[in-house]
């Protein structure tokens, strides 16, 4: 199943932008044939027109409003109301690609200016932005700049392939063996972002009489929520490998053995990429006929061709 991900609409779609411009970026070029878009521009949708006089962010007391500083025409109220019902209206996503920068749709870029529109004294979320990341605190919600950063795609692109997997499983989920197979496959990935929850999630699945088949589901999809909401990290990623070279270790020789601990101190260091490391121990699960380490989806979190650094 493609993940299903919510993109700014003038980002490859339309020429919606304050100055009637679009953006072509070539990532989300790239995910056209991987990904289903829906569409969204907040400003438009709100009624503005293209191309319009720029809004901005703005200051006032405890609250932060959207306001167009020449006609100091208010848009806050429509905004928020359109957010709310917009987002709350999605039915299946996996992740949002928005704008950066935009006072509606940065993530975490958005210039915030003081109450008389003149003076720069911050940066906050895009107001749409900030309503999508409140109704979905645990999906991959970033901007096209951010995407530009290798282990910022990397993790965008392994949550959003993980969330459309997990909607598959719950559109076909039948018996019990399917979530025992779903779990094996997901094992490692799990132990990257929480170790912790991997020992909770092998528990539920193993003891799942004790809920019944719908409940043990639910409880597996809120772990797994949790899980792919937290952050990974170099040293999790180097835990995990370290696990997965204990299935083939024996069988390597000597220098073979140096090799790999030398690509770890430089993956330690980072001073190569994740995908080094995954490609030596695709080679050794090929050479092995590893078919467990093979189905892992930590090895194939998303298809290759997506990976372009
Ligand atoms: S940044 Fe958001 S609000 Fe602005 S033009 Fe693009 S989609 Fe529309």
Redesign the pocket.
């Given at each position: 199943m493609k993940p299903i991900i919510v993109l700014?609409?003038?980002?490859n779609r339309e020429r919606?932008?304050?100055n009637g411009g679009l953006?072509n970026d070539e990532f989300v070029n790239k995910l056209e044939n991987y990904i289903d878009f829906i569409?969204?521009?907040?400003?438009?949708d709100i009624g503005m027109s293209v191309p319009r006089a720029p809004v901005i962010l703005v200051r006032l007391n405890d609250e932060i409003r959207i306001i167009e500083p020449i006609s100091q025409e208010d848009f806050t109220e429509r905004m928020i109301n359109f957010s709310k019902n917009f987002l709350s209206n999605l039915k299946e996503i996996d992740g949002f690609i928005?704008?950066a920068k935009?006072?509606?749709?940065?993530v975490g870029d958005a210039k915030l200016y003081s109450q008389d529109f003149k003076k720069y004294i911050g940066k906050t979320n895009?107001l749409?932005a900030n309503y999508a990341k409140e109704f979905y605190p645990y999906l991959p919600i970033e901007d096209e700049g951010r995407l530009n950063d290798y282990w910022i795609r990397q993790n965008f692109l392994t949550k959003a392939f993980a969330y459309a997997d997990l909607r598959s499983l719950k559109n076909n989920f039948k018996k019990i063996t399917d979530l025992i197979r779903f779990h094996q496959n997901y094992k490692y990935l799990i132990m990257l972002y929480s170790p912790n929850n991997l020992k909770k999630m092998g528990s539920l699945v193993a003891n799942w009489e004790k809920l019944g088949l719908e409940k043990t589901f639910e409880k597996y999809e809120e772990l797994f929520k949790d899980t792919f909401s937290k952050r990974q990290s170099i040293k999790a990623h180097i835990n995990v490998i370290q696990h997965i070279y204990g299935h083939f270790s024996d069988f390597l020789k000597p220098k073979e053995k140096r090799h790999f601990q030398t690509l770890l101190d430089k993956l330690r260091e980072d001073r190569i990429y994740l995908k080094v490391l995954l490609e030596f121990i695709r080679n050794f699960a090929y050479r092995f006929e590893d078919e467990y380490l093979l189905s892992q989806k930590y090895i194939n979190p998303y298809p290759l061709d997506l990976e372009v650094f």
């Open positions: 700014s609409r003038c980002l919606v932008r304050y953006i569409t969204v521009c907040p400003e438009v928005l704008k935009s006072p509606s749709c940065g895009g749409f």
